[in-house]
């Protein structure tokens, strides 16, 4: 049934109000970024803006060494990640042994677990194993974050790939990996994609882990940032750099692959 005109306007509406809403923090830590301390406070949008704030974070800190040990660690725990989820979503998928939603269920809940829960644990086996503060050591306790959604999100896509297609791939002489690696892996791409964002985003968005887990050799951006806050006051507009800087790659990475993004997250890769 179509839509009246004065229904298509008044939904039309809402959207334009509802996206002003979301992105007006955005904008908001944009303009702050803009502005000097002494204009911080100033809720108008006329101001004098300085590249002062800019200057402080990018030339005269390391912040592109934080930032560079923030891709290492987001990027290296997504690469695992996929390595390790895709066989093992594709297991739990296709073969049936005892305990598989036992182990599903535990592989799940990992992702809910509170970080703070295991941290503590993790610090001082991390300082005996001689983990700490190691790229390595903040890779693999990312696979608490990144693991479970890759592997969830690409059973389903597996399930709903009918066996018959691997049947009939095996009837036409493909060996298991050319069946896994051509037929099976380009139907699960929207989801593997999406879900790969979303760990990365999930990894480079984490906070409890690197400031408990890294030193002074690593430090993640989330970490790095809270060296605006001084002891007398509170540098925002440096700050605000900082977040629209560390954000830039993930609202790019989204732009990039959002036809894949959106399917990944709204569709199965083939319903059967």
Do not use: C
């Amino acid at each position: 049934m179509k839509n009246s005109p004065m229904e298509a306007l008044a939904r039309n509406s809402m959207l334009i109000l509802w996206t002003i809403f979301a992105l007006f923090p955005l904008f908001w830590m944009l303009v702050i970024s803009f502005k000097s301390d002494a204009q911080m406070f100033n809720t108008t949008f006329v101001f004098d803006p300085t590249l002062e704030n800019y200057q402080e974070v990018l030339i005269k800190t390391d912040y592109f060494k934080y930032f560079l040990d923030n891709i290492i660690v987001s990027g290296g725990a997504v690469i695992v990640s996929i390595l390790v989820g895709v066989p093992a979503a594709y297991s739990l998928a296709r073969f049936n042994f005892r305990g598989k939603e036992d182990l599903a269920f535990t592989i799940l809940s990992f992702k809910f677990a509170p970080e703070i829960l295991v941290v503590l644990p993790l610090f001082l086996i991390y300082q005996k194993i001689g983990l700490y503060d190691t790229y390595i050591g903040l890779i693999w306790v990312y696979q608490l974050i990144t693991l479970p959604l890759l592997v969830w999100v690409l059973r389903g896509y597996f399930e709903d790939i009918s066996v018959e297609v691997e049947q009939a791939a095996q009837l036409d002489g493909y060996k298991w990996y050319q069946i896994f690696f051509r037929i099976l892996l380009p139907l699960v791409k929207p989801g593997l994609v999406a879900s790969a964002l979303l760990a990365f985003i999930f990894a480079w968005n984490s906070f409890t882990f690197p400031l408990l887990l890294s030193g002074f050799k690593i430090m993640p951006v989330t970490v790095a940032s809270l060296r605006y806050i001084a002891s007398d006051t509170v540098h925002y507009g440096q700050m605000a750099v900082a977040a629209v800087v560390t954000a830039t790659p993930e609202v790019i990475l989204a732009i990039l692959i959002q036809k894949h993004l959106v399917r990944g997250l709204s569709f199965g890769a083939v319903k059967g």
